[in-house]
Nanobody, 121 residues
């Protein structure tokens, strides 16, 4: 099994910054990609940023958020700058992971438990 543990959420004023972390642990053969989603109250979960061979961002966060990954630690980060009230949401880490149970590696999808980000004065 694989666990994703997120940290770094909290309350911040508009214009402020936060850095989210998500550490993957368990029987991991390799990680194809990791990404961050968010879900605001009454809205659908949306992709914020992804990192694999390249990085991708939602238009709403381009130029403000940066996703990065420490391969040695199986950890992905989301640096969020110039935060706006509309960034308020629960942020979820997601990973597409290869696990080898003895018959060759197979891909599985995992989610973290979510971390609350609130941007308010």
């Amino acid at each position: 099994q694989v666990q994703l543990v997120e940290s770094g959420g909290g309350l911040v004023q508009p214009g402020g910054s936060l850095r989210l972390s998500c550490a993957a642990s368990g029987s991991i053969f390799s990680i194809n990609y990791m990404d961050w989603y968010r879900q605001a109250p009454g809205k659908q979960r949306e992709l914020v940023a992804a990192i694999g061979g390249s990085t991708n961002y939602a238009d709403s966060v381009k130029g403000r958020f940066t996703i990065s990954k420490d391969n040695a630690k199986n950890t992905v980060y989301l640096q969020m700058n110039s935060l706006k009230p509309e960034d308020t949401a629960v942020y979820y880490c997601h990973a597409d992971v290869l696990i080898d149970m003895g018959r060759g590696p197979k891909g599985y999808s995992y989610w973290g438990q979510g971390t609350q980000v609130t941007v308010s004065s």
